[in-house]
């Protein structure tokens, strides 16, 4: 069975200052990995994927995540945190090598940016 | 593009009754939903996974009788919760996956709220 963990409830960045959101995961052979963004009673937004290839996918609104195979991990990156950036973070898995499509969620970091 | 609703956006009913939740992919076609559950300050919890034209695959722990999915065309799927009681109340979220591009991620609606009394 697959599993994500995302060890911080809460990350807390100035305006401006770069940011990173932690995630990892545990999937039998290789994963499909994905952020997502929830706003407060608002469905999931996607923000980025990882399905092959360069390990540094470029996501929506500035994000970036770097894949590392070796300490399975798949951390959420910006350069640069926009008060508006303050939201619910998801990362999830699923495996690439079986029929079964549905994700397996973190328990979700909550970013908080200040102005 | 990619764009997935879901109807109604909040809704509070008396317990005992059913209450229905559409879930629409509007510009594509969905050959895969997936129904979640969030429980408040929670993560996603999967409830069932259903495919176009067949019988929805529910997680272990989760009553099909309870939770009816139909999935009867390629761009809706529906969830009613039957004889609905107060620990019934719940953010209900549904997502679509397609073909080709759209085959590897899956697309959230914006979530139905469920209040029951």
């Known amino acids: 069975a697959q599993s994500v963990a995302q060890p911080e409830d809460q990350v807390n960045v100035a305006e401006g200052n770069p940011l990173t959101v932690k995630c990892t995961y545990s999937?039998?052979?290789?994963?499909?990995l994905f952020w997502y963004v929830q706003y407060p009673n608002r469905g999931l937004q996607f923000l980025l994927k990882?399905?092959?290839?360069?390990?540094l996918v470029k996501g929506s609104y500035g994000f970036e995540a770097e894949f590392n195979k070796s300490q399975t991990s798949f951390h959420l990156k910006k350069p640069s945190a926009l008060v508006s950036d303050s939201a619910l973070y998801f990362c999830a898995v699923r495996p690439m090598d079986t029929g079964r499509r549905a994700l397996t969620f973190g328990s979700g970091t909550r970013l908080q940016v200040q102005p | 593009g990619a764009v997935v609703s879901q109807h109604p956006s909040r809704v509070i009913c008396k317990s005992g009754t059913s209450v229905k939740i559409e879930c629409r992919s509007l510009d594509f076609q969905a050959t895969t939903m997936f129904w979640y559950r969030q429980f408040p300050k929670q993560s996603l919890m999967l409830m069932a996974t259903?495919?176009?034209?067949?019988?929805?695959?529910?997680e272990q722990g989760v009553e099909k009788d309870k939770f009816l999915i139909n999935h009867a065309s390629l761009t809706l799927s529906t969830l009613t919760v039957t004889s609905a009681h107060p620990e019934d109340s719940s953010f209900y979220i549904c997502?679509?996956?397609?073909?080709?591009?759209?085959?590897?991620?899956?697309?959230f609606g914006p979530g139905t709220r469920l209040t029951v009394l």
């Open positions: 999937v039998s052979g290789n994963p499909y």
């Open positions: 997502s679509a996956s397609g073909t080709g591009r759209r085959a590897d991620t899956q697309y």
């Open positions: 990882y399905i092959t290839g360069d390990n």
């Open positions: 259903s495919n176009e034209g067949s019988k929805a695959t529910y």
